[in-house]
């Protein structure tokens, strides 16, 4: 089992810029890729930007431009650099990875970001 922790999240003000960050522990042999999703009052999750092993990252069209994942696998780490938030951007997020080739996938517990216009 992968436990992902969350930390960075808060309240701040539209334009304003915060930074989520998530540590994996236990088994994290074999994680693939790492990322960030969301979820806002009464919608559905979504998936904001992930990043592979390797680096390749992918971003939400929504988010292009204004956020940033990168990851540190040495220490099993996953970060989203969050610039130019908006309103539309409160939601809780949740770390995200997986073990594609056992088809197994781990969430954290989440972190509330609160963008107040």
């Known amino acids: 089992q992968v436990q992902l922790v969350e930390s960075g999240g808060g309240l701040v003000q539209a334009g304003g810029s915060l930074r989520l960050s998530c540590v994996a522990s236990?088994?994290?042999?074999?994680?693939?890729?790492m990322g960030w999703y969301r979820q806002a009052l009464g919608k559905q999750r979504e998936l904001v930007a992930t990043?592979?092993?390797?680096?390749?990252?992918y971003y939400a069209d929504s988010v292009k431009g204004r956020f940033s994942i990168s990851r540190d696998n040495a220490k099993n780490s996953v970060f989203l650099q969050m610039t130019s938030l908006q309103p539309e951007d409160t939601a809780v997020y949740y770390c995200?990875?997986?073990?594609?080739?056992?088809?197994?996938?781990?969430w954290g517990q989440g972190t509330q970001v609160i963008v107040s216009s």
């Open positions: 995200n990875a997986n073990k594609r080739q056992y088809a197994l996938t781990f």
């Open positions: 236990g088994g994290t042999f074999n994680i693939n890729d």
């Open positions: 990043i592979t092993r390797g680096g390749t990252t």
